[in-house]
């Protein structure tokens, strides 16, 4: 079946500790998005990328990075530098042609231990 | 700037009852825009868009949005509401021509038995 996997559901971050939230797509997809939903905020984008080997920093890029080394791949990494991390993040992507449908994968919960 | 508000966090209705979920965008051009539901712990799923045309646009699992440009105002209804439409809709518009989407904060919808 043809979709959006992210992985781990759960993940665990330490105090000074980088983090990496994995999201890979079969569906053929050029575009690819990156969303952090905290409680009562919507989804906000962090990074996106809309053909590999560029991306873009969305609204909150401070404290994340990406690369986009291969099409279906578009991995997050949380580093130290995000003092607040803990929150849920999404992951999606589009043919990238005009305005057509983002997919969503399933998210990851990040919490700080 | 573009923005999106769904001015109801919270709305509670009976199951077979109709339904209108609000969203009010801010936006110099024709939007391009959207409704995604989300249950919990889950990632989104479309329900519809409007890009043109018609203004009444039909999605899916019987819901309807009419886009208002008068009124800024594009309202999702369903005339019969099931306990499984229990979730977390969003409403968001399309950014610019990068494909980003701004999201409104979410309005989270309870159905009684």
């Known amino acids: 079946d043809g979709g959006i996997t992210q992985s781990p559901k759960y993940l665990f971050r330490k105090e000074g500790q980088n983090v990496t939230l994995s999201c890979e797509q079969n569906l053929n997809h050029d575009a690819m998005y990156w969303y952090r939903q905290d409680p009562g905020q919507g989804l906000r984008l962090i990074y996106y990328s809309q053909i590999v080997n560029d991306f873009q920093k969305g609204d909150i890029a401070e404290g994340y990075s990406v690369s986009r080394e291969k099409k279906e791949s578009f991995p997050l990494t949380v580093t130290s530098a995000q003092k607040n991390p803990t929150a849920f993040y999404l992951c999606?992507?589009?043919?990238?042609?005009?305005?057509?449908?983002?997919?969503f994968g399933p998210g990851t919960r990040l919490l700080v231990l | 700037a573009q923005s999106v508000t769904q001015p109801d966090i919270h709305i509670t209705v009976s199951e077979g009852a109709s339904l209108e979920l609000r969203c009010n965008y801010s936006?110099?051009?024709?939007?391009?825009l959207f409704w995604y539901v989300q249950s919990p712990g889950q990632g989104l799923q479309l329900l519809l868009k409007y890009f043109s045309g018609d203004t009444l646009v039909q999605g899916i699992k019987g819901f309807e949005a009419e886009f208002k440009r008068s009124q800024s105002s594009f309202n999702l209804r369903k005339p019969s509401v099931h306990w499984s439409d229990a979730a977390e809709y969003f409403c968001a518009v399309g950014s610019g021509n990068t494909g980003k989407l701004i999201f409104g904060q979410g309005t989270t919808l309870q159905v009684k038995p």
């Open positions: 999606a992507s589009s043919t990238g042609q005009g305005w057509e449908t983002q997919y």
């Open positions: 936006y110099g051009a024709t939007p391009y």
